[in-house]
């Protein structure tokens, strides 16, 4: 049987723009924003942080191993999120004095001038990002919809994609419970979103069971 | 599962299906239901559901019959193709999917199964096989061999060094069989380019992407006038839509234009606006090859002009014709397409120009230049002046180096201490050699050696005391030598008045002080002084792109027109060059702003804005956000800059303005909104708050006293009632910290009047969110 191609080997910016749309941006804003504190939030915008992500993941894409594209993902959101305790420990720094930088003049490691080729602007173009952006909205409206206790479950196995052990154990809930609150949050969630999408929303059939 | 109850099997139902998509794999209804087919209607309807809340579209794979679907690899108008594994021969496989077949017209709907059909046709080991085509189950899709490796518009965008020609020509050559192949089974590519041409990884070249085929023997699918290709390779036919005019020579041209981006690292049709990069196209306006590739044979120039001819009756009229002169050309014989000679070249150019040639020629008229050959002793006397030209041009263009430039931007910008600013050894020593080599052709040069001695001195001066009477002590009188030193140590203020005033004692420009000087003058923004300092300089080291890039920056700045920037920035990628800093994107950017094309702009400075930390990117990006009206990110943005220098004079005015235009253009309703936004912060950073009341109420005093009838002035206790660490936040975001802010008093009493004016608002909504 053939081995399928790595596409982090590709080398090619057209795959790693086709293979970010796929990991879906907007839904990663979701969980950036979700992630970010408020004080964070004021300071930077989860497109800046998704940008950065990607231009890091760009850069590092070679440390990746693929195993498909679920674990592509988490890698992605395990950028974000170092990236993003990365700002709250510089923004906790620059309350107590620190942080004020003087600009660098020789190139650190962050530096990504002198990178063979250029990044794939595609991937973080802010037309591209605005796109995400307005799709992330509707996601987070869809998901600010939902009863409290079915929200964090439901981003947790929708846009987190954690499975239903993990979260159970995260939430201190039975295996059952998190199942039986995510069929319900989904529904309501996916109804939410037609409405906002402007679509005839169906009946779930879901809601119809007990 | 064991016999739950059925909510609690459609909840695992729900968790099964979700699981599957996330792992991507096929999720039907069918193979959930297990014995519970009294259920289907409602696990069909939970599948439907987790595929249309999904939340990223790479899980949306098609269901192919026969084939699993991996992962979307690329998308075009003409459909998607994705990576899939073929289920009987378990072979990987590029799967194009016209998406949403049962819903596309018929007229897509035919051209895609057309350019299927077409490709199937096709049996050659340069262009991409067909494997299968999938027209059922509203699915409409093919199965292609799937190519390891890269296109060549990857490896062309990827380009650090020049081809080898050999490789060059062999592509050429493989991909014109190609042609000959498509055009024997009556077919025409129509959108032959490089990201068309696929490069596996034995280095063979593969011709794909049949998106836009013409097959003879079908119905013509395409609309009379309707455009089809890309535009950059399309033939003049191909944009005027001439549908009866191309043939097998318009893909020729496409494959032409191809192999000059592949040789010369850029376009061969370029243009400051639409209307002139199509005009260039349809008379064959391009630069000669061999201006960007000295060393490419004459033979492989003609041959790649002739396949991009304006008029398709000069083209090679075959792909045959093509693969039979660069058979000739592999195999050192003649070719059979002729250069267009100079006269015939002349007569073109001026044909589309008569009037100005007219002119030109009657105003100036013609000078013959004729070079004599010199034998023996008297030519080698000849040839060193110019060698230690040469030496002595390559010495300065090394001191010129854009990491020297940024030495500069610190000591404009940041009032760095010169001892702290490291000079590149490198560049010094590289500096140092071409003085040697120069110095060793022609002893005698004291103008030579003195200049070497100075940048020695200036290594050795690193990391000791740089202070401006040490220069002037070390350098005497001789204000070249204090002006050389001083660019080299960063002391900028120094640099300017020292050669400003050997400028003033010279006869002629010296072309290292000029773009010395030009570069201060730019990272100082006077444009109209850097401009005809740059143009200097730029004449006398015509190959530093890095000159020309800054020549077109200066050219915007000092308000020439934008055709004008074009030009030298143009220039500059011909010439190519280090651009380590990429200024020539951030000129790119200001030029599209200028022209009017902010979506463009907006792309380019957001693609420089993380790469780069530079006072100039912020600068100009900010100007850029104000224009565009988007004041409360240039605020930011420029704000940014603000915040992480030591001391920002030069730019804190422009701040103030920017800021206070941007409060001044919010209704208080929205001054409100702004504070409100920043309550958020949990913690409060004492010192902060403390200072930044005290700088209130000493504003509006300032205010009431100068206005008696303003709002009386903020009292302490009425700041204590406010969580104003909200305001502090605030503050940071503009970037300023309250010894900033006195210095800014009309921003201070507009925000001390916001305050004052919108405090019963915001503690309302304080009360109101607690």
Redesign the interface.
């Known amino acids: 049987?053939?081995?399928?191609?790595d596409?982090l080997r590709?080398?090619?910016?057209?795959?790693w723009t086709?293979?970010i749309?796929?990991?879906?941006p907007?839904?990663l804003l979701?969980v950036i924003g979700a992630r970010m504190s408020?004080?964070l939030?004021?300071?930077i915008t989860a497109e800046?942080v998704l940008?950065?992500t990607l231009?890091q993941a760009w850069r590092d894409q070679g440390q990746c191993e693929w195993r498909?594209?679920?674990e592509f993902?988490r890698w992605l959101l395990q950028i974000a999120e170092n990236r993003i305790r990365g700002l709250a420990d510089l923004e906790n720094a620059?309350?107590?004095?620190g942080g004020?930088?003087?600009?660098?003049?020789?190139r650190g490691a962050d530096s990504?001038?002198?990178m063979?080729?250029?990044?794939p602007?595609a991937s973080?173009?802010?037309?591209r990002v605005a796109v995400a952006k307005e799709h992330a909205e509707l996601?987070r409206s869809a998901l600010a919809s939902l009863p409290a206790e079915l929200v964090d479950i439901v981003r947790l196995?929708?846009?987190e994609?954690e499975?239903?052990e993990v979260i159970a154990a995260r939430l201190g809930l039975g295996v059952?419970a998190v199942?039986?609150r995510?069929?319900r949050g989904?529904?309501i969630?996916?109804a939410r979103?037609?409405t906002l999408l402007g679509m005839e929303g169906s009946r779930?059939?879901?809601a119809?069971?007990? | 599962m064991a016999h739950e109850p059925?909510?609690?099997f459609?909840?695992?139902v729900?968790?099964r299906a979700?699981?599957l998509w996330?792992?991507?794999e096929p999720m039907k209804a069918v193979d959930l239901v297990a014995d519970r087919h009294h259920l289907r209607?409602?696990i069909?309807?939970?599948v439907d559901?987790?595929r249309?809340?999904a939340?990223?579209?790479?899980?949306r794979t098609p269901q192919v019959p026969g084939y699993a679907v991996?992962?979307?690899?690329?998308?075009g108008a003409m459909g998607t193709v994705y990576?899939a594994?073929q289920e009987t021969l378990?072979?990987?496989v590029a799967l194009k999917v016209l998406p949403h077949a049962g819903l596309m017209d018929e007229h897509a709907r035919r051209r895609f199964l057309a350019e299927a059909r077409a490709l199937a046709k096709l049996q050659h080991e340069n262009v991409v096989a067909v494997h299968d085509v999938i027209d059922r189950d509203g699915i409409c899709a093919y199965a292609m061999e799937?190519i390891?490796g890269?296109?060549l518009?990857?490896e062309i965008?990827?380009r650090?060094k020049p081809p080898a020609l050999d490789v060059v020509v062999r592509l050429f050559l493989e991909i014109a069989r190609a042609l000959v192949a498509v055009h024997s089974a009556d077919l025409l590519h129509r959108d032959v380019k490089p990201?068309n041409i696929l490069i596996r990884r034995d280095g063979r070249a593969v011709l794909s992407d049949f998106g836009l085929v013409h097959d003879g023997d079908h119905d013509t699918l395409t609309l009379s006038g309707e455009f089809l290709g890309t535009p950059a390779y399309a033939a003049p036919e191909q944009l005027r839509g001439d549908h009866a005019a191309i043939g097998p020579w318009t893909d020729i041209h496409g494959l032409g234009v191809s192999m000059y981006q592949r040789i010369a690292g850029r376009l061969p049709f370029q243009g400051a606006n639409v209307n002139e990069f199509l005009r260039r196209i349809e008379l064959g306006e391009c630069p000669r090859l061999r201006k960007f590739a000295p060393k490419l044979p004459r033979d492989l120039e003609t041959i790649v002009m002739t396949a991009m001819h304006a008029d398709p009756a000069h083209r090679y009229r075959s792909a045959s014709a093509l693969v039979e002169d660069l058979e000739r050309l592999s195999t050192g014989h003649p070719i059979l397409a002729r250069a267009a000679s100079s006269w015939s070249r002349c007569a073109r150019w001026v044909s589309r120009r008569r009037g100005s040639v007219l002119s030109a020629l009657v105003g100036g008229g013609l000078a013959l230049l004729l070079a004599v050959p010199v034998v023996g002793g008297l030519l080698q006397r000849m040839r060193t002046p110019a060698l230690v030209a040469a030496h002595l041009r390559s010495a300065r263009l090394a001191l010129l180096d854009p990491a020297i430039g940024?030495?500069m931007f610190?000591g404009v910008h940041?009032h760095l201490d010169s001892s702290n600013?490291?000079l590149s050894g490198a560049i010094v020593t590289r500096a140092l050699a071409e003085y040697d080599a120069a110095l060793q052709l022609d002893p005698d040069r004291v103008d030579i050696r003195a200049e070497r001695q100075t940048v020695d001195l200036a290594r050795g001066l690193v990391g000791k005391d740089c202070s401006e009477g040490v220069l002037q002590a070390l350098a005497g009188t001789d204000r070249r030598r204090l002006g050389l030193l001083a660019f080299l140590l960063g002391a900028a203020d120094l640099c300017t008045r020292a050669w400003e005033e050997f400028d003033l004692l010279i006869d002629s420009p010296d072309p290292l002080v000029d773009a010395a000087l030009g570069e201060l003058f730019l990272a100082r923004d006077i444009g109209t002084r850097a401009f005809p300092r740059l143009l200097n300089a730029s004449e006398a080291f015509p190959e530093a792109g890095f000159l020309l890039v800054d020549l077109a920056d200066a050219a915007l700045r000092s308000q020439e027109s934008p055709v004008i920037a074009r030009h030298y920035l143009d220039k500059a990628k011909a010439v190519g060059g280090r651009d380590?800093?990429?200024t020539h994107v951030l000129v790119e950017a200001d030029l599209c702003a200028a022209a009017g094309e902010v979506?463009h702009a907006?792309?380019l400075y957001?693609?420089m804005f993380?790469?780069?930390?530079s006072?100039t990117i912020r600068l100009h990006y900010a100007r850029f956000l104000d224009r565009q009206g988007d004041r409360e990110r240039a605020v930011c943005v420029l704000g940014g800059l603000m915040?992480?220098?030591?001391t920002v004079s030069m730019h804190e005015a422009e701040f103030t303005a920017l800021t206070v235009a941007w409060w001044d253009g919010m209704d208080p309703p929205s001054q409100v909104a702004v504070l409100v936004?920043?309550m958020?912060?949990?913690?409060v950073?004492a010192?902060?708050v403390a200072g930044f009341k005290t700088v209130l109420i000493e504003a509006s005093s300032r205010v009431h006293r100068e206005s008696p009838r303003s709002q009386p002035p903020l009292s302490s206790s009425q700041l204590q009632r406010v969580p104003l660490h909200g305001l502090c936040?605030t503050l940071?975001?503009l970037a300023l910290d309250p010894a900033v802010l006195r210095a800014c008093p009309p921003l201070l009493q507009r925000l001390a009047a916001g305050v004052a004016l919108g405090l019963d608002a915001v503690l309302a909504a304080c009360r109101g969110r607690n």
């Open positions: 049987m053939d081995e399928a191609p596409p590709s080398g090619s910016r057209r795959s086709a293979l749309e796929s990991v879906g907007s839904s979701v408020a004080a939030r004021a300071r800046d940008q950065e231009l498909g594209m679920a993902r620059g309350k107590r004095g004020r930088q003087q600009v660098p003049l020789e990504t001038v002198g063979p080729g250029l990044v602007i973080t173009t802010p037309s996601m196995r929708l846009f994609e499975s239903s059952d199942q039986y995510f069929r989904l529904a969630y996916h979103l037609r779930s059939p879901v119809d069971s007990s | 059925d909510a609690v459609l909840d695992q729900a968790d979700i699981a996330i792992a991507g209607a409602q069909e309807g939970i559901m987790v249309d809340a939340v990223r579209p790479g899980s991996l992962h979307e690899i690329g998308r990576l594994r378990r072979r990987i799937w390891e890269r296109s518009g990857d965008a990827g650090t990201g940024e030495h610190a940041l600013i490291a380590t800093f990429e979506q907006r792309e957001e693609y993380p790469r780069h930390v006072p915040h992480g220098y030591a936004r920043a958020g912060e949990p913690e950073p010192y902060g936040i940071e975001l």
